[in-house]
C-alpha cells in the first residue's frame, strides 16, 4: 500500500459546484497534514493544514478522519481560477521526509 | 522574503555531462529536501536532509549525490546525466512539523 493516495481525476466541474476529494495515508502515527495546490508546470504552495477539529478557509474545507486514516478536501462555489492539482501531504512527526500523494487534477469548467 | 531560491531555473544537458542544482533559503530550517517531478508520476523524494550535516536517502536516489553544505545550502548533483533524469527537480525546506515551502523548480532536459 502507498504511503499516501489520491484519486489522480481528472475532475471536472461546472463553475459554481461543490466538489471534494479525499487522500487516504497508511502511517497511523501520521502527526501533521497539509493540503497544497499546485498550477501546471509550478511550484507546489500551501493551501491549507489539515486539524483534527476540521478547518475552514473561505471557500474550502478540510477533514480529517483519524480512525479511517484519511483527510478531505471540500470546495464550495468552484472558480475558474481554482482550477489546479491538489496535493495531499502528510508528515510522520519530527524531522523525517514529508510524503506527498500525486495530487488530484481539478479541472472547473465554464 | 526570498524564501527558497533554487539555480538554474532551466538546462539542457547532454548524456554523460555532470551538473549541480543549487538551492539555498533563508528561513533557518532545518530540514531540506529534493523531489523530482515527471508528468503523472507526483513528487518523488531523491534525497533529504534532516539537518545540517546529515543526508539520507529517499524513493529515488539512484544516479544522485548531494551534500548539505551549511544550514542554508542543499546541493543536488549528477555525476553523468541520463536522458532518464530529464525532469523538474523542486527544492524544499521546512522546519520541524511545519510545511515545507518549495522553490520554483529547475527544469532540466537531457539529450
Known amino acids: 500500500r502507498k504511503e499516501v493516495e489520491q484519486d489522480p481525476g481528472p475532475f471536472n466541474v461546472p463553475e459554481g459546484a461543490t466538489v471534494a476529494f479525499n487522500c487516504t495515508y497508511s502511517?497511523?502515527?501520521?502527526?501533521?497534514f497539509f493540503w497544497y495546490r499546485q498550477d501546471c508546470r509550478k511550484e507546489p504552495k500551501l493551501l491549507m493544514s489539515?486539524?483534527?477539529s476540521g478547518n475552514e478557509d473561505g471557500r474550502f474545507t478540510a477533514q480529517l478522519n483519524r480512525a479511517s486514516q484519511y483527510i478531505s478536501l471540500l470546495i464550495r462555489d468552484s472558480k475558474l481560477s481554482d482550477s489546479a492539482t491538489y496535493l495531499c501531504?502528510?508528515?510522520?512527526?519530527?524531522?523525517?521526509?514529508?510524503?506527498f500523494g500525486t495530487g488530484t487534477k481539478l479541472q472547473v469548467i465554464p | 522574503n526570498a524564501g527558497v531560491t533554487q539555480t538554474p531555473k532551466f538546462q539542457v544537458l547532454k548524456t554523460g555531462q555532470s551538473m549541480t542544482l543549487q538551492c539555498a533559503q533563508d528561513?533557518?530550517?532545518?530540514?531540506m529536501y529534493w523531489y523530482r517531478q515527471d508528468p503523472g508520476m507526483g513528487l518523488r523524494l531523491i534525497y533529504y536532509?534532516?539537518?545540517?550535516?546529515?543526508?539520507d536517502k529517499g524513493e529515488v536516489p539512484n544516479g544522485y549525490n548531494v551534500s548539505r553544505l551549511n544550514k542554508r545550502e542543499f546541493s543536488l548533483r549528477l555525476e553523468s546525466a541520463a536522458p532518464s533524469q530529464t525532469s523538474v527537480y523542486f527544492c524544499?525546506?521546512?522546519?520541524?512539523?511545519?510545511?515545507?515551502?518549495f522553490g520554483q523548480g529547475t527544469r532540466l532536459t537531457v539529450v
Open positions: 502511517n497511523s502515527a501520521s502527526q501533521s
Open positions: 536532509s534532516a539537518s545540517e550535516g546529515t543526508t
Open positions: 528561513m533557518n530550517h532545518n530540514s
Open positions: 501531504v502528510v508528515n510522520p512527526g519530527g524531522y523525517q521526509k514529508v510524503t
Open positions: 524544499a525546506s521546512r522546519m520541524g512539523q511545519q510545511t515545507a515551502f
Open positions: 489539515v486539524y483534527s
